[in-house]
């Protein structure tokens, strides 16, 4: 025995005092916790300052209803039950009970409500019993942030996520900027596992992360947007895109991606704008005009024969969709009207003997490099080549090519070698980003980035300009035309593959192009994926009309000032037509219209011209408004919108 009780207390003097350190700080790990406290993320902004990512504050509220005292708790508890209801929408008997009853169980860590906004937990802190802090009052507070997009959906993939998804958008590009660093408190374990601070307050302040300014303009963003899923839905396309670039800088001003859902409804499904790389068709024989006439090997007036509109080349046919053909045209006109014979006859006959001549020009152009994007994923373009092993290069490649098939490019490469068309010759980087900011001071600015300072000859560069304007006036685009309006681009129609083979039933409808046509300010292009060829398919008919919409709307609602419109039409002559237009509304409606289905702006420029105060929640279409059609009204009256 005396042995045994010596083998004890050396136990004891080797646990109390040689290993003591040790088991004390495993009573502290096991007991108290440092609790990370994350910080919020800088705010994503457009470029008028419009809020379009931000992340808020959520709080959970507890209760330790060990540590209020008796008389506090009977004294309060009323109070305390009457204010929980007003907030949170429960009578006031069951906060009561439920009070009672975690008091009874010696609670302390009773739920009380989550998720709750800032206003909502600055009221919650001044109620009965909680307004005597943690101590006293037994109130529990734990915070968490979370990523919230003012304007909804719109643009969400360009705006991006930076979370157990991986990284996107600019969200994912920008995110250790965006992170900020965070804060810790100290927690005591309590009853059933569970953890309470200690503290009232934070051990460590979390700082907020940095702001970036976007080069996007929610006005134009919207009208992009709208513009695509109005044409999208009409035609039950599978999915599409459309980007507006600032020609003189670069700075994407809109950027919309949509892909359809088993339902038929339309989100933002993938960046195609950025990601897809795919067979632009005939969007690509400016590329091909562009190299025969910087070679000089052609002219705008170089005679083609077309012939019927049919050739065929070692068993393939290239065929006009124009039937029994155009005969004998310009090689301005073989542009205008998209004949597909016409222009790999031109490059078949200048370059057939040195396909790298051709070649070459293409990369001259910057078309077979990626544009080197902050935004992850960019789709790889492609040219192909002789010597390829992948691609292998054959007899009809290179009159493939000239009609926009056997290359690979992204929209947005597209758009960006269009642009350089808008822009005399010099091509310029995509720009996401204007600047990045630390508490509104500017640290550091995204100025803009050459790319190639002239990609052909100024004289190339005017003679495609003219032509493209005249697709429009003249050509396969000429259905979008408008007199008050200058635009220049090009239709694109191209065959989809399917199982390795090209299908008669799946077609890729696009449009590029700018506007003014005479001194660009924004380019733009449109791609649409699988419409309902029933419904139509050409790019004429699917693409162009959303790039006209895109146009007009940008035009009627971007300060003058900042136009260049080639209009001629002199400022008294508006005057006249703004008045008759005002007249017309005024002879028109003389009681509330109906603008259910149509966009916000238009709904309040409407209203506005009658004399209404328009107030609005949401973005998008109108859903409801307060007014009913046909409910008379005075001048000044206030009608409240609903958008979608």
């Given at each position: ?131 005597l802090g943690p101590y006293r009052g037994g109130f529990i507070t734990e915070q968490k942030t979370v990523r919230v997009r003012p304007i909804g959906k719109i643009a969400e993939r360009t705006i991006g996520y930076d979370d157990h998804r991986g990284g996107a958008g600019i969200e994912g590009a920008f995110a250790r900027y965006l992170e900020g660093k965070s804060g810790w408190r100290l927690k005591q ?8 601070p200690i503290n009232g307050v934070n051990e460590r302040e979390p700082i907020d992360g940095r702001d970036v300014i976007t080069t996007l303009d929610v006005n134009i963003q919207d009208i992009t947007h709208h513009a695509l899923l109005r044409q999208m839905e009409f035609f039950e396309a599978e999915h599409g895109c459309a980007i507006v670039m600032e020609t003189a800088t670069g700075e994407i001003k ?391």
């Amino acid at each position: 025995m005396t042995l045994f009780f010596i083998v004890i207390i050396g136990r004891i003097v080797n646990i109390q005092y040689v290993q003591g350190d040790k088991y004390r700080k495993l009573s502290v790990e096991s007991t108290v916790k440092n609790d990370t406290i994350f910080s919020n993320r800088g705010n994503i902004y457009a470029a008028d300052g419009s809020l379009l990512a931000t992340s808020l504050y959520k709080y959970t509220i507890r209760m330790d209803l060990v540590a209020v005292k008796t008389s506090v708790f009977e004294k309060n508890i009323n109070g305390l039950s009457k204010s929980l209801s007003e907030l949170l929408g429960k009578p006031t008997s069951y906060y009561q009970e439920r009070l009672r009853n975690a008091r009874k169980r010696k609670n302390r860590y009773l739920l009380i409500t989550r998720n709750l906004g800032y206003n909502d937990y600055m009221k919650i802190k001044k109620f009965p019993i909680f307004k005597l802090g943690p101590y006293r009052g037994g109130f529990i507070t734990e915070q968490k942030t979370v990523r919230v997009r003012p304007i909804g959906k719109i643009a969400e993939r360009t705006i991006g996520y930076d979370d157990h998804r991986g990284g996107a958008g600019i969200e994912g590009a920008f995110a250790r900027y965006l992170e900020g660093k965070s804060g810790w408190r100290l927690k005591q374990k309590i009853a059933k596992g569970q953890w309470k601070p200690i503290n009232g307050v934070n051990e460590r302040e979390p700082i907020d992360g940095r702001d970036v300014i976007t080069t996007l303009d929610v006005n134009i963003q919207d009208i992009t947007h709208h513009a695509l899923l109005r044409q999208m839905e009409f035609f039950e396309a599978e999915h599409g895109c459309a980007i507006v670039m600032e020609t003189a800088t670069g700075e994407i001003k809109a950027i919309s991606n949509l892909g359809r859902t088993s339902q038929g409804k339309y989100y933002e499904k993938r960046n195609y704008a950025v990601w897809e790389s795919h067979e632009p068709g005939s969007t690509f024989k400016l590329a091909s005009l562009m190299a025969a006439l910087d070679d000089k090997v052609i002219d705008t007036s170089t005679i083609v024969d077309t012939g019927k509109g049919i050739l065929m080349l070692h068993g393939s046919k290239v065929e006009d969709s124009h039937r029994g053909g155009y005969g004998k045209i310009s090689a301005a006109r073989v542009f205008e009207v998209s004949s597909n014979v016409g222009i790999v006859k031109i490059i078949k006959k200048h370059y057939d003997d040195d396909p790298w001549k051709f070649i070459n020009k293409m990369k001259s152009f910057g078309l077979d490099q990626r544009l080197g994007l902050p935004i992850q994923g960019e789709g790889k373009p492609f040219i192909p080549y002789p010597g390829n092993k992948r691609n292998p290069w054959n007899k009809i490649s290179l009159e493939w090519m000239a009609w926009g098939y056997g290359v690979l490019l992204t929209p947005l490469q597209m758009l960006t070698f269009y642009n350089a068309i808008a822009n005399d010759g010099q091509m310029v980087k995509p720009r996401f980003i204007k600047e990045l900011r630390v508490q509104n001071k500017t640290e550091k600015i995204f100025e803009k980035v050459v790319l190639i300072d002239k990609i052909a000859k100024q004289s190339t560069i005017d003679k495609v300009r003219k032509v493209m304007e005249n697709v429009v006036k003249k050509g396969t685009a000429e259905n979008i035309y408008s007199p008050n309006f200058s635009m220049a681009g090009k239709t694109g129609t191209a065959k989809k593959v399917v199982n390795g083979v090209y299908s008669n039933q799946k077609y890729v409808a696009s449009f590029a192009g700018f506007f003014p046509a005479d001194k660009p300010k924004y380019s733009c292009i449109v791609v649409i994926h699988e419409p309902n060829k029933k419904k139509g398919y050409y790019g004429a008919t699917v693409a162009a009309p959303v790039f006209k919409e895109i146009a007009q709307k940008i035009y009627t609602t971007t300060p003058i000032n900042v136009q260049d419109v080639t209009d001629k039409l002199p400022i008294s002559g508006l005057e006249e037509k703004y008045q008759e237009y005002y007249k017309k509304l005024q002879k028109e409606y003389t009681v509330i219209p109906n603008v259910k289905g149509m966009s916000g702006m238009d709904a309040v420029s409407l209203l506005e011209n009658l004399g209404l105060k328009v107030k609005f929640v949401g973005v998008g279409r109108v859903i409801t408004q307060s007014k009913n059609k046909g409910a008379k009204f005075k001048k000044g009256d206030t009608i409240l919108l609903k958008l979608s």
